[in-house]
Nanobody
Framework: QVQLVESGGGLVQAGGSLKLSCAAS????????MGWFRQAPGKGREFVAR????????YYTDSVKGRFAISRDNAKNTLYLQMNSLQPEDTAVYYC????????????????WGQGTQVTVSS
């Protein structure tokens, strides 16, 4: 089992930055592909970014490329999402998730989810 807890969300002005963290507990964190998803009010859960088990491969949805950076520290069992140049449309609840599949952009391939952390970007 893997338990995930997000933190680092909050209120930030447009153009600002936030860094989200996802602390994992349980066995073999390093064996999982990790992803970040977000869900805005009235919207479905949207893929944001994923990172391979060793951090060697990352992938981002087009809307965040060049602004967000996903990383992981397996020694600390922690996943990160650095978010720069935030825009109001980035406002959402952000979730971290773990998948056993190496190429997974759909929520249905992720087995474990955190509780989410709210990110609000004001204009």
């Amino acid at each position: 089992q893997v338990q995930l807890v997000e933190s680092g969300g909050g209120l930030v002005q447009a153009g600002g930055s936030l860094k989200l963290s996802c602390a994992a507990s349980g066995h073999t964190f390093s064996s999982y592909t990790m992803g970040w998803f977000r869900q805005a009010p009235g919207k479905g859960r949207e893929f944001v970014a994923r990172i391979s088990w060793n951090g060697g491969s990352t992938y981002y949805t087009d809307s965040v490329k060049g602004r967000f950076a996903i990383s992981r520290d397996n020694a600390k069992n922690t996943l990160y999402l650095q978010m720069n140049s935030l825009q109001p449309e980035d406002t959402a609840v952000y979730y971290c998730a773990a998948a056993q599949s190496p190429y997974s952009d759909s929520p249905r391939f992720y087995s474990y989810w955190g509780q989410g952390t709210q990110v609000t970007v004001s204009s």
